[in-house]
């Protein structure tokens, strides 16, 4: 029966307008990003280091004016002069040079010099030209990962890996939040509406919730993978890059870590299936407490967003935190936990974490139902529960 209730309610999906204005969104929006945004391609690594090399240049002025008189600074004049050395030999390398195994040793030296002149305070060195230790430390993990692996230092597929975490920092959060809240908005609601149709189903309320959430996740997650790799192969056939060896940076036990672009995708996909089922879930229990769709998707936003609001009323509130763990891509990139003060927070954390609020919704779900089943008279059945 179950199985038959699940087709029986697969069928209601595919005649629902808004099911289909939901996959087409999905399937034109990472070819349309693209599209728009590969007009300007990124900065080519030469380009990167030209400019790293004037920013270090001036902080160096700066550290030749006080170095004379104290002698903290001219510690870290002299690691700074080090470093400011090595940047140089890197554009050469990457260069007129070409030689991209010295370019990642000097890169190395450049990041253990740079974390030194951390530990002494960044003495003399005004503060819009510090480089930050989340960004030395990044490098070093992306370097040491082409040095293990023996990749090429601007491999075709970096320009490519671009796109691929811009378009995926765009959809994860508050985006991807609205498309599953408008897409489950109503999954108890229309069959409030049809009673004598969908209440004449022997099936149990759980088997019936568990179908829902199964059709509407497979809906989502079928045409977000298809849209992706629809814009994906404009994207690689664009900058010619047919393999993808070129590392991303992830964040996890308090560090980064560089993970080939598969793994990467891997990541964001289950992090964002995970999401989906959660929302999903979420989107059902909305609907039993408040039987309105609309309040449904400004319910689930407002929840989105009270880690926000008791942020900027100087709140930690840091079991607040686990409703902000849906935007996956700030989870692996670490910016929720740099945003919320909380270096616990990586990708396997954030997963468990979800995986356990989804469990406490389902149990949530089921006492809700429980108790109006036994609450309303035996004489009406069809009246019992949801």
């Known amino acids: 029966m179950f199985w038959k209730y699940t087709l029986f309610e697969t069928k209601i999906l595919l ?7 939901i996959a087409i969104f999905l399937l034109i929006f990472f070819t349309l990003f693209f599209m728009y945004y590969s007009q300007e391609e990124p900065l080519s690594l030469a ?52 030689d991209g195994d010295q370019y990642i040793e000097n890169g190395l030296e450049i990041n253990r010099l740079r974390l030194i002149i951390h530990e002494l305070g960044n003495e003399g060195i005004p503060d819009h030209l510090i480089v930050p230790k989340e960004d030395i430390l990044k490098e070093d993990a992306l370097l040491r990962y082409i040095k293990e ?12 890996n671009h796109y691929f975490t811009n378009v995926l920092a765009m959809v994860s959060g508050l985006l991807f939040l609205v498309i599953v809240l408008i897409s489950g908005n109503e999954m108890l609601l229309y069959e409030r509406r049809h009673l004598s149709v969908m209440r004449g189903f022997p099936i ?5 919730i568990t179908s829902k959430v199964l059709i509407q996740f497979l809906h989502i997650s079928a045409f977000l993978l298809l849209g992706f790799y629809i814009g994906s192969i ?11 060896s070129f590392p991303i940076l992830v964040y996890q036990n308090e560090n980064y870590i560089a993970v080939s672009t598969g793994q990467y995708l891997l990541y964001i996909f289950l992090g964002l299936a995970l999401a989906t089922i959660l929302i999903l879930f979420l989107s059902i229990l909305l609907n039993m407490l408040f039987k309105n769709a609309f309040a449904s998707i400004l319910i689930g936003l407002g929840i989105f967003i009270i880690p926000d609001i008791t942020m900027a009323a100087g709140f930690k509130a840091t079991f607040l935190h686990p409703i902000k763990y849906i935007d996956i891509n700030k989870v692996l990139t670490g910016e929720l936990a740099t945003q919320l003060g909380n270096s616990s927070i990586d990708y396997w954390n954030a997963m468990a974490t979800l995986g356990i609020i989804t469990v406490i919704l389902v ?12 609450k309303v008279p035996k004489e009406v059945p069809l009246e019992k529960a949801f």
């Open 149 to 160: 692996n023996n990749l090429p230092i601007e491999s075709d597929s970096y320009a490519t």
């Open 204 to 208: 149990s309320f759980m088997s019936k």
């Open 47 to 98: 380009d990167q280091k030209r400019s790293e090399y004037n920013m270090s240049a001036a902080a160096f002025e700066y550290l030749d004016l006080f170095r004379h008189d104290l002698p903290e600074v001219a510690e870290v004049y002299d690691y700074y002069t080090q470093a400011h050395s090595l940047i140089g030999m890197q554009t050469w390398y990457i260069g007129k040079g070409k």
């Open 15 to 21: 005649n629902n307008r808004k099911s289909w204005f």
């Open 234 to 244: 404009y994207v690689a056939n664009k900058f010619d890059a047919g393999e993808f």
């Open 363 to 374: 149990g949530i779900i089921y006492g809700i139902n429980k108790f109006h089943y036994h």
